[in-house]
Nanobody, 124 residues
């Protein structure tokens, strides 16, 4: 089992930046691909960004390309989401997710482990 805990959410004005962290604990000796998803009120959870176990392969939703970046520090069992040029439509609960294996996936069903989420609110 892997436990994930997100942090770093908050309220920010449009155009601002936030950095989210996701700390993993438990059975972290295995290889895990990681991703961030988000869910806005009244909407389905959507893929935001993913990163392979090595960190060498990443993928982005079109809506965040050029603004969000993902990175990981496997020595610290932590994944980071740097969000720049935030827009009101980026508002939502951001969830960290992990799946056994080296490759990230777009669909949430491939991820067995989830954090509790952290709220990000972008004001206009």
């Amino acid at each position: 089992q892997v436990q994930l805990v997100e942090s770093g959410g908050g309220l920010v004005q449009a155009g601002g930046s936030l950095r989210l962290s996701c700390a993993a604990s438990g059975r972290t000796s295995s290889s895990y691909a990681m991703a961030w998803f988000r869910q806005a009120p009244g909407k389905e959870r959507e893929f935001v960004i993913g990163i392979s176990w090595s960190g060498g392969n990443t993928g982005y939703a079109d809506s965040v390309k050029g603004r969000f970046t993902i990175s990981r520090d496997n020595a610290k069992n932590t994944v980071y989401l740097q969000m720049n040029s935030l827009k009101p439509e980026d508002t939502g609960v951001y969830f960290c997710a992990a799946r056994t294996g080296t490759t990230w996936m777009y669909e949430s069903r491939w991820y067995a482990y989830w954090g509790q989420g952290t709220q990000v609110t972008v004001s206009s």
